[in-house]
Nanobody, 122 residues
Framework: QVQLVESGGGLVQPGSSLNLSCAVSREFHSIATMAWYRQVPGKEREFVAIKDTRDPNINYAESVKGRFFISGDGFQPTVVLQMNDLKPEDTGVYYC???????????????WGKGTLVIVSS
């Protein structure tokens, strides 16, 4: 069992910066990817950023490229999303996810946090 808990959300003004953190309750045996998604009520969940540890490779949604930065390392990472120059369209519930293995005897799974709310409004 592993829990992912996001924190750092809040109400901010356009143009400001905010850092989100994702705490992981226990070590993974191995991690393939760590990622952030966001969702606005009534809309589909949107990819934001991902770090693939197997490459390694980091990719961002075009809408956040150059403004958002993902980081995290190790097998019990604090997965951080640095958000800069926030825009109203960045508003949403941000979810952390990790695809990995808890033990070497199990298949990999995609684990999700419960989200943290970010509201960008003047």
């Amino acid at each position: 069992q592993v829990q992912l808990v996001e924190s750092g959300g809040g109400l901010v003004q356009p143009g400001s910066s905010l850092n989100l953190s994702c705490a992981v309750s226990r070590e993974f045996h191995s991690i393939a990817t760590m990622a952030w998604y966001r969702q606005v009520p009534g809309k589909e969940r949107e990819f934001v950023a991902i770090k693939d540890t197997r490459d390694p490779n980091i990719n961002y949604a075009e809408s956040v490229k150059g403004r958002f930065f993902i980081s995290g390392d190790g097998f019990q990472p604090t997965v951080v999303l640095q958000m800069n120059d926030l825009k109203p369209e960045d508003t949403g519930v941000y979810y952390c996810s990790i695809n990995g293995w808890i033990t070497d005897r199990q298949a990999s799974r995609n684990y999700w946090g419960k989200g943290t709310l970010v509201i960008v409004s003047s």
